[in-house]
């Protein structure tokens, strides 16, 4: 169905506004030269535009999730992180590295199974790892006593 805009055009022939009519009539009603004289407002009748109909947009609805949906979803997803992660501990690379190859599959970055196990050939085995935490270097040691002490002669209560 069209729909019908009624539109007054006398607004925009200079006597629509009544601030724009007391101006002129403050003025006498003269306007200044080389402007066309202002037409009263009655004498300027309402246009009726129609409007061409329409066709209105289809209605795009999101689509409805439904809890079984969800839990489908949900066991896809826990089972591919399954088999991702029995894949990296199933390499003869990850023995000795488990803890390595815990930190790279809770990683944020996401790597894939074939990915991690590329690079585990290159990683120190977890023993090596957790000798060199134990027993720091002297640089490293005498690092740690000077960062001790400077704690310790601080004024502040910790």
Avoid at 74 to 96: H, I, L, M, P
Avoid at 142 to 154: G, P, T
Wanted: proline fraction near 8%; hydrophobic fraction near 40%.
């Amino acid at each position: 169905m069209p729909y019908q805009i009624e539109e007054d055009l006398s607004r925009f022939d200079g006597t629509g506004s009544s601030r724009l009519a007391a101006f002129y009539a403050r003025k006498g009603g003269k306007l200044s030269a080389g402007t066309a004289s202002p037409r009263p407002a009655a004498a300027t009748p309402a246009r009726r535009v129609s409007a061409p109909a329409q066709a209105s947009p289809p209605i795009v609805r999101a689509p409805q999730v439904t809890k079984a949906d969800l839990d489908r979803a949900v066991a896809t997803a826990v089972a591919q992180e399954r088999a991702r992660a029995a894949t990296v501990f199933a390499s003869d690379k990850s023995r000795g590295r488990e803890r390595v190859c815990a930190t790279l599959l809770s990683s944020p970055h996401g790597f894939s199974a074939q990915a991690i196990v590329k690079e585990l050939g290159s990683l120190p085995l977890d023993r090596d790892v957790a000798a060199k935490c134990a027993q720091p270097s002297a640089e490293a040691r005498a690092e740690i006593d000077a960062r001790w002490a400077k704690a310790y002669a601080s004024p502040r209560i910790i």
